[in-house]
């Protein structure tokens, strides 16, 4: 009878780890699309106020170096229009940054797999209306 109680206590114990464990880690990665969230915003945030000052959005051969450095023609640039430490996503990968067709962009973050263009991707998007 002691056996088999220590068996099943034993057993319930490595069950309760393992859903602590992926609780945990389930945890931990959407704390960090969390942050990468943030940092799109913070960037998204510095491109109107580029966009305020320029009347236009950063190309996408200039990219978010617009932000911090001024691109080669502008003459109002007034940056920069936020830390480069937002350059980064919540996983140390590079933000990608795009202009859309309808006059908008878009910011990418890898996400958690490291790829761009897959489903874990964390993305922000400003396409006017």
Not at 1 to 22: C, D, E, P, S, W
């Amino acid at each position: 009878m002691r056996t088999r109680l220590v068996v099943i206590l034993g057993l319930l114990g490595i069950v309760a780890a393992a859903l602590f464990g992926k609780f945990y880690m389930n945890s931990s990665a959407q704390k960090q699309v969390e942050g990468t969230r943030k940092i799109l915003e913070q960037l998204a945030e510095g491109i109107q106020q580029y966009k305020l000052h320029n009347y236009n959005y950063p190309t996408a051969e200039v990219g978010l170096d617009a932000l911090f450095h001024a691109p080669e023609g502008v003459r109002m640039w007034r940056g920069p229009y936020t830390d480069e430490k937002f350059l980064k996503d919540s996983w140390g990968q590079d933000i990608k940054y795009k202009t859309t067709d309808s006059y908008g962009f878009q910011l990418q973050s890898q996400g958690p797999d490291g790829k761009f263009d897959t489903e874990d991707d964390v993305i922000l998007s400003n396409i006017p209306s």
